[in-house]
C-alpha cells in the first residue's frame, strides 16, 4: 500500500507541474521514474512513451498507466493513473470557477504566455534527449528524416507514423538477424 500511494504522489506531482501535455512529462518522467525511483531504465520509458503515444487516449494518462501497471499490475496503473490526473481535476475545477473573471487581467494573459513559451521549451529538452537515445545507428537516423518529412509535408496521422516505424523496426531488425554482414557494416557506421 506504502508504494502504491508513493507511486500516486509521484505521479500527481508529474501531473500537477507538467504543463503542456505528455511530451512536456518526459523529463520529469526520466527523473523520477528512471533516476529517483528505478522503476523503469530509460529504454523501458521510452518505449512506455511511444505505446502511450500510439494509443487511443491522452499521452500521460497512457504512459502514467503502463508505468504503473508495469511496476505493481492493475493497482499500480490506477494508482499511477489517479495521481497525474488529479492535480488536473483540481485546477481545471478551479479555474473554471474564477477564469471568467480573471481572463481580462493583463497579468494573468502574461502569465499564459509565459506558461506557454516555457512549455515549448521543455517539449524541445524532451524531443532533444529522445532523440539523442533513440538515433542510435543509420537506420534510426534514416527513419526518423523520413518521418520527419513525411510529418511536415503531409497530413498523415502520428499514429500511422509510429505504427509505420515499429513495423519497420521489426523488418530491418528483421533482415539484420538473418545477415550478419548488414549488422556489422551497421555498427561501423
Known amino acids: 500500500m506504502k508504494e502504491l500511494l508513493e507511486m500516486f504522489v509521484i505521479f500527481a506531482r ?4 507538467t504543463f503542456g501535455g505528455g511530451y512536456a512529462m ?25 505505446i502511450g503515444q500510439c494509443t487511443p487516449g491522452i499521452i500521460a494518462i497512457n ?24 492535480p488536473s481535476l483540481v485546477i481545471i475545477t478551479v479555474i473554471s470557477a474564477f477564469i471568467s473573471n480573471f481572463m481580462d487581467l493583463w497579468f494573468v494573459s502574461s502569465a499564459f504566455a509565459g506558461i506557454r513559451a516555457c512549455v515549448c521549451v521543455l517539449i524541445f529538452d524532451a524531443v532533444w534527449k529522445l532523440g539523442k ?21 503531409t497530413n498523415v496521422s502520428s499514429a500511422l507514423l509510429v505504427v509505420a516505424a515499429g513495423i519497420t523496426g521489426v ?19
Open 171 to 189: 523488418v530491418v531488425k528483421g533482415i539484420r538477424k538473418n545477415d550478419p554482414k548488414a549488422e556489422k557494416k551497421e555498427e561501423k557506421a
Open 63 to 86: 504512459t502514467a498507466t503502463f508505468i504503473g501497471y508495469r511496476v505493481k499490475g492493475i493497482s499500480g496503473a490506477i494508482a499511477a493513473t489517479l495521481g497525474v490526473i488529479a
Open 133 to 153: 537515445k533513440s538515433l542510435v545507428d543509420n537506420t534510426t537516423k534514416i527513419l526518423f528524416l523520413i518521418i520527419l518529412a513525411v510529418s511536415l509535408f
Open 26 to 50: 518526459l523529463p520529469m518522467l526520466e527523473k523520477e521514474v528512471v533516476n529517483n525511483k528505478h522503476w523503469a531504465t530509460e529504454e523501458e520509458l521510452m518505449d512506455c512513451y511511444a
Open 14 to 17: 508529474i501531473g500537477g507541474f
